[in-house]
């Protein structure tokens, strides 16, 4: 099984990364099975404290989902299968750390948004590339 995965951030148009997640779905003759991951922030230890883990998780995961919300609908309309994921961490690190444990052979990601992540200066891409080890078997991908 081939594994794609399509990280989510909050408040970003993902349509271009879902397009070429769905066109290397459907390109492959082995079965592909596509990740959704949305990495949430961890909320601050002086609030944390205060809110049972339960409750955060909770408040992570309906916030995650709707960040996704946009990349859920286009994949069930384009009838391709999905699993859908909220974590909580560093995004980066998150990111890499779960497309190593699923064997992903694809990380696709969203096209730059601004000039800053044009030029790679704190962009989700640039920090997976300066994160990514020579025995990491996935390939970055940027949608077009």
Do not use: W
Not at 64 to 81: Q, W
Not at 112 to 135: F, H, K, M, T, Y
């Amino acid at each position: 099984m081939i594994n794609v995965l399509v990280p989510i951030e909050e408040g970003r148009d993902a349509s271009g990364a879902v397009q070429q997640a769905i066109a290397l779905y459907r390109q492959q003759s082995a079965p592909v099975q596509i990740h959704l991951l949305n990495v949430r922030t961890p909320l601050p230890s002086y609030v944390a404290r205060f809110i049972a883990s339960a409750e955060r998780e909770s408040f992570h995961r309906e916030n995650g989902l709707n960040a996704m919300r946009g990349a859920i609908d286009e994949l069930d309309a384009a009838r391709v299968a999905h699993v859908d994921h909220v974590l909580v961490g560093n995004k980066a690190e998150t990111i890499l750390r779960f497309a190593r444990e699923q064997g992903c052979s694809h990380i696709v990601l969203n096209k730059p948004a601004g000039l800053l992540d044009g030029l790679g200066l704190g962009s989700i891409g640039a920090q997976l590339r300066r994160l990514v080890q020579p025995g990491d078997r996935c390939q970055i991908l940027e949608a077009i």
